[in-house]
């Protein structure tokens, strides 16, 4: 099974902090996402990423970075925590090989962060 | 733009029927439906690609009509564990990236 994990479930954080979420998949997937889940907003693509050292941004970078030093690890960096970014953020990854493929998204179980 | 998910909350009672609707302003390639239950990730249910055929799974399937830009969620003879909210993501051509666009997502309450 496609296991993707996620270092916390739960994070409070200050405003103002530099905050880490970590999210590493076991399946040598090329793709991996970050999410962030609000409230009647749905799911909303922060940044992705398709290969090591590459990203790309989502509908939503503002305020946020993203590192991908190994292929099996994708970093999401909040460099200055603000109370908006108070959220739920979903990792993902997948690896459609091919144009027709039904592979899809597996999602990490969350990480519920709060910035007071 | 974020496809729209229709309605957004549904309540039945066990054993009955239902149909989720999410529709697009573009063309799609691809739309894939997830289910995420209360604290839980979301968890792929199925995906529809352009030109494919209706999908089922047990009593959940899907359709995709192109020409519409929409694709349907159907339910039947509802049970307990189908309760949580169903997500649509789409994607509008294939780039190897799998960049899906998230509709907002119904939430469905199955009651006994």
């Known amino acids: 099974d496609v296991k993707v994990t996620q270092s916390s479930r739960y994070l409070v954080k200050r405003t103002g902090e530099k905050v880490f979420l970590e999210c590493v998949q076991d399946m040598d997937h090329e793709n991996m996402f970050w999410y962030r889940q609000d409230p009647g907003l749905g799911l909303r693509l922060i940044y992705f990423s398709y290969d090591v050292k590459m990203k790309e941004k989502g509908d939503i970078p503002e305020g946020y970075s993203v590192s991908r030093e190994k292929k099996e690890r994708f970093s999401l960096i909040l460099e200055s925590a603000s109370t908006n970014q108070t959220s739920m953020y979903l990792c993902?990854?997948?690896?459609?090989?091919?144009?027709?493929?039904?592979?899809?998204?597996?999602f990490g179980p969350g990480t519920r962060l709060t910035v007071l | 733009q974020q496809p729209v998910q229709s309605p957004q909350a549904v309540i039945l009672r066990e054993g009955e029927d239902a149909v989720i609707n999410c529709s697009s302003s573009?063309?799609?390639?691809?739309v894939h439906w997830y289910r995420q239950k209360h604290g839980e990730a979301p968890v792929f249910l199925m995906i529809l690609l352009k030109g494919g055929e209706q999908k089922g799974h047990d009593k959940i399937s899907a359709s995709f009509n192109e020409k519409k830009q929409q694709s349907s969620l159907y339910l039947t003879a509802s049970q307990l564990s189908y309760s949580g909210t169903y997500f649509c993501?789409?994607?509008?051509?294939?780039?190897?990236?799998?960049?899906?666009?998230f509709g907002t997502g119904t939430r469905l309450l199955v009651s006994p």
């Open positions: 573009k063309a799609l390639y691809s």
């Open positions: 993501g789409t994607e509008v051509s294939w780039t190897g990236f799998q960049k899906l666009v």
């Open positions: 993902a990854s997948s690896s459609p090989k091919t144009s027709g493929s039904t592979d899809t998204q597996y």
